[in-house]
């Protein structure tokens, strides 16, 4: 009796493992001890449930990293076909409002922004006002839309006409500070936009993420945008003058 013992209850205790093996239930090893072929058979089934949980872990990373990389090119491709309809509309001849305005429509749709806006330096160039914006929350419209703010930092980034990001790796805390001061937000991505080669406004794009950088691509993008606010801006300005010189024939025959 202790033979046999000794020698069926470790097969139904592996024919019963073996069968939560089947029916999906991988994470625990098998657990008999039996001499000879039996023993051997338990190992054996051991190791190939290991290799199908680390085949199954494989597989649920290939499925994240697939899902991940489907995700950015859905991204990168709303991305282009939105640069694409601001330089329709800028072909088309359209007004530097009604491009500015398409603009922070389609910065609106990035995942990485809650808040875009326009900022507008006074005659004075002393303070700024926030002429166009979008933004998540709508009640951020309301409150900030024509607001003034002031600021030499403002002035400062306009004036040496590059793009200041504030994130997480921004070192200097003035300038998360005054990002949350003005909008409410955590970071932002400020980029003068220039027209006739003087810079006429600031982008404002920022977001109220916590422990949060910007995407080298997205700055990328960020800076498309802003050249083509730049050029619609350039237009207008071009169009305008070319409307007085029209007038300023007609005066004089």
Sequence with gaps: LAVIRGLVLPVVRLAGQAQDFAQGRRDR???????????????????????????????????????RLNMEINQRMLALSNILQVS????????AGEVIDLVLEKLAQLDETEFNCILEPAPDRLSFEIKSLSAANR?????????????PWLRRVLEERQMRVVDGEATNPHEREL??????????????????????????????KQDFMFREDTLELLGVFGKQAGIAMENGVLSRRAKELEIMDELTG
């Design 29 to 67: 090893p098998v657990d008999v001890q039996a001499p000879g072929e039996v023993g051997e058979l338990s190992a054996a089934l051991n190791l190939i449930t290991r290799r199908a949980r680390e085949n199954m872990e494989q597989l649920r990373t290939y499925g994240e990293q697939t899902h």
């Design 88 to 95: 329709n509309l800028i072909s088309q001849a359209g007004g």
């Design 139 to 151: 009640s951020h419209t309301g409150l900030l839309l024509h607001k003034k703010v002031s600021d």
């Design 179 to 208: 990002t949350q001061q003005l909008f409410g937000m955590s970071n932002a991505v400020y980029q003068p936009l220039v027209c006739l080669g003087t810079a006429t406004a600031l982008l404002v794009t920022a977001n109220r």
